[in-house]
């Protein structure tokens, strides 16, 4: 695969023109204020393994508890009704985020990787037969990768890989040559967390469905920049998480039409989703909630609602100019590290990521030694094993962006890089 | 004490859940259809005579909350005399006029029960009086899980 | 099943003693402040479906998002270690609060319902076939009940039913009889939720090892008020809630016995429960991690730890005699509303939950009307449908207890269905 | 700058790192053996020389982090002489001691993986280096998630 090293003219100026609101943004996030040590501000740049929360959701959580702790669904007095309603609220919130065409075709999980092994589970166990075909890429994460592999073991489907061009991007060639009436479905990644690539979705949806096959989106990387529109695009199922999008953990959404919703057989049984149980069977309740068993986390899908209205009002429009902006500012500047290759796409078609590896450095000294300035960089193979080893690497260092990022985040890190490569790498 | 629900239990509806001109049942019903509302066994059977197109005679039975029995009761009255096509226009906003009150999420159910079982009984072949058990499921496909 | 009649000497002068500490601790919950509406003070009677919330456990995991939201297990930077060692702590804290050997004995899921499941999917499927019985006592929730079902209809596996005595307790005699070398598992609630039944753990733990059977307690009702020493008991796995103890949703515990962990198979896969993954294959990580894929609710696991430093420190012994002292005067009192019967065993043998039904009254009624005086219990199956199956009703009334009820709140629940028989009772 | 972790890279660590004495091979060691650290990709091979109960020669080959690789070079330079039972009561403490520094858990299994890597090899019947890919393992009942 292409590392790049071109470094093209750099203009500043859109960039700074943004910053003005990502400043005022930037106050709406307690941890920001925090120094990591005594006198080293926090730079986050890990927005793709989680990011930060606004004060807002944060609220949002700490309201639902000191003002209406209760759990749902069955509740009639007041702040269990409540609580009901807040919680199905927040469903309706999703639903009209994602434009699904009702409030039942969202289920509520704990995130991204609950929702994918919900279908491969469930769907998949129901639907899979051996000479069947499930459709993955080369550079999913695990989440959307091992459930498959899982599934199509178990009920002896096989398991085809979606090549990845020398940029990184998905090879629409060899996707057209996998799709047949064997393929049933194409789980993809709406957005790399490591590459930054950006799959052409519109696409790879057109082309599954001439096919016959269905189509997973793992919108866990995409959801939270760019946002979904299901009906628009007409994928099958989409999988997200709340926490990497301003909200808390322990929430997440499985989007999936509702017929197929319907015809599932749910994963986990107990309480709220039944109709009826006697001593010897049960029958299931409706969707979404035959999918919900258990006390749900209420307060963590109110707070996920209310990440949602923050994040509209702040708009795509604004976070993907800004990501943009920031995200080709960082590729640029990055490239002024000695012996720093960046992995993926170019600059102008990837996502707010750029994973890197400095030669002569391990990922892992590069990020200890820059959290030293704050800077909050992650190393590893980031859940995505495979594609490192088709990079020939065993772990890279990435740096992701939000809309709360400033240019002046990005000198740090590459300031920060500088004096790693000079206090540890030995020429020899 | 808050004014928030205090006409729920006002006497006309208890007149309604105590002793209904309309509980009971019919000689020989056209169409019949009977459920319940799972989450808090209220349940609802209502019985139908049929004449062109228009409800000629009509009966609940069953038990349940004074919400739900109120509301069948009253279902029953306004829908004798109409015609098919618009009882099965009506919903949320009917039933509430019906009874008079607002209703949380969660009691609206128990409310909207009696309109859902009428529904139902409407939209099947005349003289088949199915009850929820022997209807068309789509809800679990696991052969076992029955009702 | 005997319905309790009787009307003993009411001696109260305990409870007044306890009370003073049950004030104070009141101040620590913010919703307690509360008014239903305006002039309506909140009268918290359902802890067993969900308890409220210390203003700590609150701050706790608003805390965590203000200062070390990141996420766990591979960050190498500052908050990330901060993040990853509260995690981790918490599990300790909570492998130390049930006495588990070792902190990998506890898996963190959402709730007992997803711990239970996972019990069921995991080791059921696992260790299942047709000839073997699982047994689950007939008073068990419906998550306790549905997903042994489930397995047992899809290994062939036989389920027995554990019968109840006319008091509502557990049948020993017939447990007796019900132990053969078929018996694999027994699933037994540690407290109901609907009669307050205690039932005997350590003699069922006793004679079911003795048939070579394992057990899983469900600990949802129990764990919140008495604790579980897991050793002692000598239980092969436990499932308790977060959120029925003070603790936030979406967080929950899996106890179980090492080996037994480690020899299950995994059911989410993904990210952070394997170790390698290959396009075509993945291998597990050790327990407890193999069953956490994903992203874990990080903040609420900090937060289910603060909720446990809470309880430690009020005791479970202040807790156990205020409980019993409130259960047994709510016991009493309620035989005042004219055709109240009580369901389940007498005061003195049944934890802090009180069920009853009132004649000519539905239980929907009953917790509207009472809605009325800011007295919330809750109406319904409970999620024990058979249960009430066998007491020949739809749906009981229930008020549970925790020990920041007062006896003036149990005076209130009596005022309410007074008045509420007064008002709705027709006598024909 | 903070003081936090300021010696984890002091020049002895990066000698280790870049040039230890102990990288490399034995001709025909007794024991070895080789594992990963699957989370960040370190990876260590031992190879020991028995002589009476005491390691009379060690070597370690791999690649990784400087922790885990100074850590692998400073355990062979401590274990060297060592009788096997020693070794094999060595744990956190000892390892954060040769390195002279303090970490944080998640670099602590850095650290930590060459003595568990020597420890596994003391453990192995000798003249028989197993890779850790031919271990038994008990991590899976999954027959096909194999290494
Ligand atoms: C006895 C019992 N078991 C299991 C559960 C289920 O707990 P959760 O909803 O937190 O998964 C409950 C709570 O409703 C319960 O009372
Ligand atoms: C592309 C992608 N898919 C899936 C996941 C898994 O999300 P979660 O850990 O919230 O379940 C992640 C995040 O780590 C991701 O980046």
Same mark, same amino acid.
């Given at each position: 695969?292409?590392?790049?090293?071109?470094?093209?003219?750099?203009?500043?100026?859109?960039?700074?023109?943004?910053?003005?609101?990502?400043?005022?943004?930037?106050?709406?996030?307690? @941890?920001?204020?925090?120094?990591?040590?005594?006198?080293?501000?926090?730079?986050?740049?890990?927005?793709?393994?989680?990011?930060?929360?606004?004060?807002?959701?944060?609220?949002?959580?700490?309201?639902?508890?000191?003002?209406?702790?209760?759990?749902?669904?069955?509740?009639?007095?007041?702040?269990?009704?409540?609580? *009901?309603?807040?919680?199905?609220?927040?469903?309706?919130?999703?639903?009209?985020?994602?434009?699904?065409?009702?409030?039942?075709?969202?289920?509520?999980?704990?995130?991204?990787?609950?929702?994918?092994?919900?279908?491969?589970?469930?769907?998949?166990?129901?639907?899979?037969?051996?000479? =069947?075909?499930?459709?993955?890429?080369? #550079?999913?994460?695990?989440?959307?990768?091992?459930?498959?592999?899982?599934?199509?073991?178990?009920?002896?489907?096989?398991?085809?890989?979606?090549? #990845?061009?020398?940029?990184?991007?998905?090879?629409?060639?060899?996707?057209?040559?996998?799709?047949?009436?064997?393929?049933?479905?194409?789980?993809?990644?709406?957005?790399?967390?490591?590459?930054? /690539? &950006?799959?052409?979705?519109?696409? &790879?949806?057109?082309?599954?469905?001439?096919?016959?096959?269905?189509?997973?989106?793992?919108?866990?990387?995409?959801?939270?920049?760019?946002?979904? =529109?299901?009906?628009?695009?007409?994928?099958?199922?989409?999988?997200?998480?709340?926490?990497?999008?301003?909200?808390?953990?322990?929430?997440?959404?499985?989007?999936?039409?509702?017929? #197929?919703?319907?015809?599932?057989?749910?994963?986990?049984?107990?309480?709220?989703?039944?109709?009826?149980?006697?001593? /010897?069977?049960?029958?299931?309740?409706?969707?979404?909630?035959?999918?919900?068993?258990?006390?749900?986390?209420?307060?963590?899908?109110?707070?996920?609602? /209310?990440? &949602?209205?923050?994040?509209?009002? &702040?708009?795509?429009?604004? @976070?993907?100019?800004?990501?943009?902006?920031?995200?080709?500012?960082?590729?640029?500047?990055?490239?002024?590290?000695?012996?720093?290759? @960046?992995?993926?796409?170019?600059?102008?078609?990837?996502?707010?990521?750029?994973?890197?590896?400095?030669?002569?450095?391990?990922?892992?000294?590069?990020?200890?030694?820059?959290?030293?300035?704050?800077?909050?960089?992650?190393?590893?193979?980031?859940?995505?094993?495979?594609?490192?080893?088709?990079?020939?690497?065993?772990? *890279? /260092?990435?740096?992701?962006?939000?809309?709360?990022?400033?240019?002046?985040?990005?000198?740090?890190?590459?300031?920060? #890089?500088?004096?790693?490569?000079?206090?540890?790498?030995?020429?020899? | 004490?808050?004014? +928030?629900?205090?006409?729920?239990?006002?006497?006309?509806?208890?007149?309604?859940?105590?002793?209904?001109?309309?509980?009971?049942?019919?000689?020989?019903?056209d169409v019949?259809?009977?459920?319940?509302?799972?989450?808090?066994? !209220?349940?609802?059977?209502?019985?139908v005579k049929l004449a062109n197109g228009t409800i000629e005679?009509?009966?609940?039975?069953?038990?349940?909350?004074?919400?739900?029995?109120?509301?069948?009761?009253?279902?029953?009255?306004?829908a004798?005399g109409k015609r098919v096509e618009e009882v099965n226009?009506?919903?949320?906003?009917?039933?509430?006029? +019906?009874?008079?009150?607002?209703?949380?999420?969660?009691?609206?159910?128990?409310?909207?029960?009696?309109?859902?079982?009428?529904?139902?009984?409407l939209?099947?072949?005349e003289?088949?009086?199915?009850?929820?058990?022997?209807?068309?499921?789509? !809800?679990?496909?696991?052969?076992?899980?029955?009702?």
């Amino acid at each position: 695969m292409n590392e790049r090293t071109t470094t093209p003219v750099r203009d500043t100026s859109e960039l700074n023109q943004l910053e003005e609101r990502v400043r005022r943004l930037r106050t709406d996030f307690p @941890i920001l204020a925090r120094e990591v040590r005594p006198g080293v501000p926090l730079v986050y740049l890990d927005t793709a393994a989680t990011s930060l929360k606004p004060v807002r959701v944060i609220e949002a959580l700490a309201e639902h508890y000191r003002q209406r702790s209760a759990n749902v669904h069955r509740g009639i007095y007041a702040i269990a009704e409540e609580a *009901t309603a807040a919680y199905e609220a927040a469903r309706e919130k999703v639903a009209r985020f994602i434009n699904a065409r009702t409030p039942e075709e969202v289920v509520f999980t704990r995130g991204t990787t609950e929702s994918i092994n919900l279908v491969a589970l469930s769907w998949g166990r129901a639907n899979l037969r051996a000479g =069947d075909e499930v459709i993955v890429s080369e #550079l999913e994460h695990h989440a959307n990768l091992v459930p498959w592999q899982q599934i199509c073991r178990q009920t002896g489907a096989t398991l085809r890989h979606l090549r #990845l061009t020398e940029d990184g991007e998905l090879d629409l060639d060899h996707f057209r040559q996998l799709l047949s009436e064997r393929t049933k479905m194409v789980a993809v990644s709406g957005g790399s967390n490591v590459l930054g /690539t &950006i799959p052409p979705l519109h696409e &790879i949806v057109r082309l599954a469905h001439e096919a016959g096959a269905l189509v997973l989106v793992d919108g866990a990387q995409s959801v939270p920049h760019r946002g979904c =529109d299901v009906q628009a695009l007409g994928c099958d199922f989409l999988a997200f998480s709340g926490h990497k999008m301003c909200g808390p953990e322990g929430i997440g959404v499985l989007y999936g039409r509702r017929e #197929l919703l319907e015809a599932m057989p749910p994963l986990y049984t107990g309480g709220e989703m039944v109709k009826k149980v006697s001593l /010897t069977e049960a029958r299931w309740n409706d969707v979404p909630w035959k999918f919900e068993a258990g006390t749900p986390p209420v307060a963590m899908a109110v707070a996920l609602g /209310t990440a &949602i209205d923050y994040l509209s009002e &702040i708009g795509f429009s604004f @976070i993907e100019a800004h990501e943009a902006a920031i995200t080709r500012y960082a590729y640029e500047r990055l490239q002024e590290v000695p012996g720093l290759r @960046i992995w993926g796409p170019p600059a102008d078609r990837r996502g707010a990521v750029v994973s890197f590896s400095i030669d002569g450095l391990h990922p892992h000294d590069v990020a200890q030694f820059v959290d030293r300035f704050g800077v909050a960089v992650r190393a590893g193979h980031h859940c995505a094993q495979p594609l490192h080893e088709l990079l020939g690497l065993r772990a *890279t /260092t990435r740096a992701s962006f939000y809309f709360y990022n400033l240019a002046e985040e990005v000198d740090r890190l590459v300031e920060a #890089l500088q004096e790693t490569v000079r206090k540890l790498v030995r020429r020899l | 004490m808050s004014g +928030f629900d205090d006409e729920i239990y006002r006497d006309e509806l208890l007149d309604h859940y105590y002793s209904s001109p309309r509980r009971g049942r019919l000689e020989q019903p056209d169409v019949a259809f009977e459920d319940e509302n799972p989450l808090c066994g !209220d349940r609802v059977r209502v019985e139908v005579k049929l004449a062109n197109g228009t409800i000629e005679d009509i009966r609940f039975d069953g038990d349940g909350c004074v919400i739900s029995q109120a509301s069948a009761s009253l279902l029953c009255e306004k829908a004798v005399g109409k015609r098919v096509e618009e009882v099965n226009r009506w919903g949320v906003k009917e039933v509430l006029q +019906f009874l008079g009150i607002q209703l949380t999420p969660v009691r609206l159910r128990c409310a909207l029960l009696p309109l859902k079982v009428l529904q139902v009984a409407l939209a099947i072949p005349e003289k088949k009086g199915w009850s929820s058990a022997e209807s068309p499921r789509s !809800d679990s496909d696991e052969p076992r899980c029955a009702h």
